[in-house]
């Protein structure tokens, strides 16, 4: 079974600019949560939805926002980018209160 | 507020005991993860305890106290591959959804 998969898997991006990043669970899962995780440290909640509505919000700036569609991918946007915003960024995916599963993660540099 | 403490960094020898500890302070409580992370990988599911009591799979093990907000890992016979960072994290019971509380990892190095 495949498990989570995210793209990109590496971005380099400057500041003030975009970025958008893909997720698509694991097959039957309908919820996503978006972790950033800078080093050294435990990943940060950001974001959960479920059956394509929000269900929980971290402590993150509206510059963050996310979105999940009809077949449970999502994508996490993230705007105005600060050199602060340099981290990895995980997908975790999980049948609503199940154990998450994490995807390989998205490594985002802002120069 | 929400807070979850463990060791920052352990060292142990190949094929001994280790035991990671990780007490929590959270506004809720609806089960307690341990994963495991390798430099530049993504976190892997370990184990999983809401009810207080040791958890056991294969070389690994959990153990939960909910009156103490006490959890710890244990790893027995270890292995140069267990090196790695070990995350605790609970899952807060005042969210409806999934929300894990991660605890800042603890570095763990296996020498031979």
């Known amino acids: 079974d495949a498990g989570v998969t995210q793209s990109p898997t590496h971005l380099i991006k400057t500041r003030g600019q975009q970025v958008t990043l893909r997720c698509s669970p694991i097959?039957?899962?309908?919820?996503v949560s978006w972790y950033q995780q800078v080093l050294g440290q435990g990943p940060q909640f950001i974001f959960q939805?479920?059956?394509?509505?929000?269900?929980g919000r971290g402590n993150f700036p509206d510059r963050f926002s996310a979105r999940q569609f009809p077949n449970y991918s999502s994508e996490l946007n993230v705007n105005a980018l600060l050199l602060g915003d340099s981290a990895l960024y995980l997908c975790?995916?999980?049948?609503?209160?199940?154990?998450?599963?994490f995807g390989p993660g998205t490594r985002l540099l802002v120069l | 507020g929400q807070n979850i403490d463990q060791p920052t960094e352990m060292t142990a020898t190949e094929g001994a005991i280790v035991q990671i500890n990780c007490t929590y302070q959270?506004?809720?409580?609806?089960?307690l993860f341990w994963y495991q992370q390798h430099a530049g990988e993504a976190p892997t599911f370990l184990s999983y305890?809401?009810?207080?009591g040791l958890e056991e799979k294969g070389r690994f093990s959990s153990f939960l106290s909910r009156s103490k907000g006490y959890s710890y890992l244990l790893l027995k016979e270890l292995q140069m591959k267990d090196s790695a960072s070990y995350l605790c994290?609970?899952?807060?019971?005042?969210?409806?959804?999934?929300?894990?509380?991660f605890g800042q990892g603890t570095e763990l190095s296996v020498k031979p």
């Open positions: 994290a609970v899952r807060d019971r005042g969210n409806q959804g999934g929300k894990l509380i």
């Open positions: 959270t506004s809720g409580f609806n089960g």
């Open positions: 975790a995916s999980s049948p609503m209160q199940e154990t998450q599963y």
């Open positions: 305890n809401v009810l207080d």
């Open positions: 939805y479920y059956e394509k509505e929000e269900r």
């Open positions: 097959s039957g899962h309908k919820s």
